[in-house]
C-alpha cells in the first residue's frame, strides 16, 4: 500500500465523518423546529426517518476505518492526512514470564519463549 492511497482512504474518512455531522446538525435544526402540542411524536418520527442515514453512514466510517487500518499495516508506517492520522504500531513483544524463571540467566535459549503480537494502526484526528 502506497502512502498517497492511504491519504486518499484518510480524505474519505474525514469526509465521512463530516457527513455525519452534516446529518447531526440537520437532526438537531429539525428537532428545534417542532413547535406544536405534538412535540413528542414529531421528535420520534425525526429520529426514525434520520435513522437509515445515520446507520448507513456509521456503516461506512467503520468499513473506512478498518479499511485504512489495514492498508497502514500493510504500509509500515505511519500516514499523516489533511485531517487525520492513521498510526502504525508494530507488534508488541512479551515474554512468557513462567518459562523464563529458571532459565534466563546465561541461557540464549530463552528467545524460544518469546512472543510477538501482530501490528497494529490507530487513527486519530490531526
Request: some cysteine; glycine content about 6%.
Amino acid at each position: 500500500m502506497s502512502s498517497e492511497h492511504i491519504k486518499d482512504l484518510l480524505a474519505r474518512l474525514d469526509n465521512s465523518k463530516a457527513a455525519r455531522e452534516v446529518f447531526v446538525k440537520r437532526k438537531e435544526d429539525m428537532m428545534n423546529s417542532v413547535i406544536t402540542d405534538e412535540i413528542k411524536q414529531q421528535l420520534k418520527d425525526i429520529e426514525s426517518e434520520l435513522a437509515p442515514d445515520f446507520a448507513q453512514i456509521d456503516e461506512v466510517i467503520a468499513n473506512l476505518t478498518a479499511e485504512v487500518k489495514d492498508a497502514c499495516v500493510e504500509h509500515g508506517e505511519s500516514v499523516k492526512g489533511e485531517h487525520m492520522r492513521v498510526s502504525f504500531v508494530k507488534g508488541r513483544v512479551t515474554w512468557d514470564s513462567k518459562g523464563l524463571e529458571g532459565y534466563a540467566v546465561g541461557n540464549p535459549e530463552v528467545l524460544a519463549f518469546r512472543k510477538e503480537g501482530n501490528p497494529y494502526a490507530s487513527v486519530k484526528n490531526v
